[in-house]
Nanobody, 125 residues
Framework: QVQLVESGGGLVQAGGSLRLSCAAS????????MGWFRQAPGKEREFVSA????????YYAESVKGRFTISRENAKNTVYLQMNSLKSEDTAVYYC??????????????????WGQGTQVTVSS
């Protein structure tokens, strides 16, 4: 079992930045592809980004490519999502996820093994 706890969400103006963090505990973090999803009010949960264990493979949804950057620190069992140039349409609950898929784009098509509880990101226009 892997427990995931997100932090770093909040309220930011359009054009601003936020960095989300996801701390993993429980079973070893090793080998897991980590990722982020989001769910806006009234919409389905959607894939945002993923990164493999080594960091050698990353994948982004088209809607965030060039604005968001995913990274991880395996020594800290933590994955990050740096979000720049935020838009009102980025408003959503952001969920951290862990999966044994490889490479990273696999997380966009296969349900993750574990989910965090989510952190709210609100972008005001």
């Amino acid at each position: 079992q892997v427990q995931l706890v997100e932090s770093g969400g909040g309220l930011v103006q359009a054009g601003g930045s936020l960095r989300l963090s996801c701390a993993a505990s429980g079973r070893t973090f090793s080998g897991y592809t980590m990722g982020w999803f989001r769910q806006a009010p009234g919409k389905e949960r959607e894939f945002v980004s993923a990164i493999t264990w080594s960091g050698g493979s990353t994948y982004y949804a088209e809607s965030v490519k060039g604005r968001f950057t995913i990274s991880r620190e395996n020594a800290k069992n933590t994955v990050y999502l740096q979000m720049n140039s935020l838009k009102s349409e980025d408003t959503a609950v952001y969920y951290c996820a862990a999966s044994l898929v490889y490479p990273a784009h696999g997380m966009a098509v296969r349900p993750p093994n574990y989910w965090g509880q989510g952190t709210q990101v609100t972008v005001s226009s």
